[in-house]
């Protein structure tokens, strides 16, 4: 199982020197991953505890990109309909490139009804929205000058310059239509499911990649907090996880109040837990 962290890129702790520190920190300890979480307009009654601070992912990559030099880089998950879809491609071809080719990208359809309003989105056309941006976002990685007309999207041929290999997408979600857009798109699976559930919907989705004739290495991710003061019952909960099928394990400190806090449970957990 290989492992990372999140890193708040929200509330008090998502200062320019708090973030680096962290980073820093989780890249010296060996963590293959840092991972930043998607809002970009939290109503004032759903502010608690980021006092609705929270900094754009993809320009928080971008950052942690120069401030690292081997840790790749996640988004957990971005929002999709969020965003323009070619514009979305163009962010990520350039952290990607910019990064050396380390990014991450969590993928999924959001579900605060008030953001959506916020932005002119319509909630209800989220999952169509979503993968029509996965498919610009496949196809512009794969042409370098080649028009696009689908349902939603339509463009002109264009240069899409700089064109890194494509990140890794993972597909967050956890019903029907999420496992079928895993399927379809994703090099992996980032459900929110307690490991008691996770088992079978790892089977279910196993079972629609043979049905496309895929068989490539695909990783089932999944982010949780941990009792980090009872290295055994942790180390007992992250079994669990592998034993119903995740390859991947996103730790989750949840509100720490500082970078020595973060440093403190990140060091337990990689020397106490993860080993």
């Keep these: 199982m290989k492992y990372g962290i999140a890193i708040r890129n929200m509330g ?3 200062t320019r020197a708090t973030m680096r520190e962290c980073a820093a920190v989780a890249e010296r300890l060996g963590f293959d991953a840092i991972f930043v979480s998607d809002h970009l307009c939290i109503p004032p009654d759903d502010a608690e505890g980021s006092g609705g601070r929270y900094l754009d992912v993809l320009a928080t990559l971008a950052w942690l990109a120069g401030a690292t030099a081997r840790i790749r880089l996640g988004v957990s998950v971005l ?4 965003r323009p879809a070619v514009l ?5 071809a350039t952290i990607q490139e910019l990064s050396g080719g380390r990014m991450i990208l969590g993928a999924g359809v959001g579900w605060m009804r008030r953001e959506f309003e916020a932005l002119g989105v319509e909630k209800r056309m989220r999952g169509r929205i979503s993968n029509e941006t996965l498919r610009v976002i496949r196809h512009l990685f794969a042409h370098d000058a080649e028009g696009y007309a689908g349902e939603l999207v339509r463009f002109p041929p264009f240069v899409f310059a700089p064109r890194p290999p494509c990140p890794p997408i993972w597909i967050g979600g956890n019903g029907a239509p999420a496992l079928e857009r895993a399927a379809e798109f994703g090099d992996g699976w980032h459900p929110m499911l307690p490991a008691e559930r996770l088992g079978a919907a790892v089977a279910e989705l196993k079972a629609k990649l043979r049905a496309r004739g895929r068989n490539d290495e695909f990783e089932i991710v999944v982010r949780r907090g941990l009792p980090l003061e009872d290295p ?3 180390r ?5 996880e592998a034993a119903a099928g995740a390859t991947y394990f996103i730790l989750d400190l949840g509100r720490y109040a500082d970078a020595r806090l973060f440093a403190a449970q990140a060091e337990t957990f990689m020397n106490k837990i993860a080993s």
């Design 88 to 92: 979305t491609a163009k962010q990520v």
């Design 236 to 240: 007992g909960r992250l079994g669990a």
């Design 12 to 14: 008090p702790q998502s």
């Design 232 to 234: 055994t019952a942790a």
């Design 79 to 82: 929002v999709l309909p969020y």
